[in-house]
């Protein structure tokens, strides 16, 4: 049987950062997240008796570093469904992947969803985000869509995502700023194990619950200029326990410092937006969309800037009949 999904990437408000159980990634704290409308990747899973061997295709066979992840989490769904079929996988990503714009997030939850209808599993919502979160956390965050919460729970069952918010009941606006297009010489799943070695993560770990209390406030009453200023002081404050824990990772490059700069000048001078960034050199800009338009010209003129994605509150991950093969 054969299906194919559609995921979102999503953006991180309150970041994920550190597990409490690194087999089950169970995060150290809850987040809240968007999904993005362009950031997407599509993945076709059929599973069949005339397969003798898993076939992986990934970005047209760019990406063979995470075949051996994809192959264990379709072990772990065949246990489910009880079959023992191999499987052909052919996943596209319509942006660079490994740089820190959350591509394992999209990438697992449209594998997820594809393989498990792929397997004749009818499973719900809620149990589709748990084992997208197995193949990769934040990848339980682009099952729901719109504004979401992951929620850290203490067992597997207990930690899945939830939509906080639908997609069109905020106008904002996610304007990716793609500095380089090179992929991070460490990735997250090696990044998180050495969290707690930093020392300040367990006073941040500590202040998570209410900071994203605060967060979901905001969002519910629109107030831009607050949830800006909390979401720049959280990103600056993530990225302080990778730059202190052993050892330490340095995700940003000059053009990325020299962006984050920029986004605090530009605002000064009266154009209300701010900066979030992942675990890569990327930076999402995040404005009202009345100021897309001004955001794009200001990053159009800078030759650090390589390419601009435009996202909105996406819709989180579903299935399609547009088969890749």
């Known amino acids: 049987m054969k299906a194919t999904a559609i995921a979102p990437s999503n953006i991180a408000f309150t970041k994920y950062w550190g597990r409490k159980d690194e087999q089950l990634r169970l995060p150290a704290n809850s987040s809240i997240a968007m999904c993005l409308s362009n950031l997407l990747t599509t993945t076709t899973v059929e599973f069949s008796p005339t397969f003798k061997k898993d076939q992986i295709i990934i970005n047209g066979g760019k990406d063979s570093g995470e075949v051996e992840r994809v192959i264990k989490h379709l072990d772990h769904i065949r246990k489910i469904a009880g079959i023992n079929l191999k499987a052909k996988m052919v996943s596209n990503n319509n942006f660079p ?3 820190g714009l959350a591509s394992s997030a999209s990438g697992f939850a449209a594998l997820t969803l594809a393989a498990v209808k792929g397997a004749g599993l009818t499973l719900s919502e809620k149990q589709i985000s748990i084992l997208a979160r197995q193949g990769s956390g934040s990848a339980c965050r682009s099952i729901p869509g719109g504004f979401v919460e992951w929620l850290d729970g203490d067992t597997s069952d207990t930690s899945y995502a939830i939509q906080i918010f639908p997609s069109n009941w905020w106008k904002i606006a996610n304007v990716v700023a793609i500095i380089s297009q090179k992929r991070k010489e460490v990735s997250s799943s090696i990044g998180h194990q050495a969290a707690y070695s930093s020392p300040f993560m367990a006073t941040r770990v500590a202040n998570m619950p209410e900071k994203n209390k605060l967060i979901k406030k905001l969002i519910k009453e629109k107030d831009f200029k607050k949830f800006g200023e909390l979401i720049e002081r959280e990103a600056l404050e993530f990225h302080a326990i990778t730059l202190t824990q052993n050892p330490s990772l340095i995700y940003w490059t000059p ?33 009202e969309q009345k100021n897309v338009n001004k955001v794009k010209t200001k990053l159009k003129n800078l030759e650090e800037v390589k390419d601009i994605i ?14 890749l093969f």
């Open 97 to 99: 992947s490994g740089t």
């Open 255 to 287: 053009g990325t410092v020299l962006l984050m700069k920029l986004i605090q000048k530009w605002r000064n001078e009266g154009l209300l937006v701010y900066f979030t960034l992942d675990t890569g050199q990327d930076i999402h800009l995040i404005c």
């Open 310 to 323: 435009v996202n909105t509150p996406g819709e989180g991950t579903r299935l399609t009949r547009e088969h």
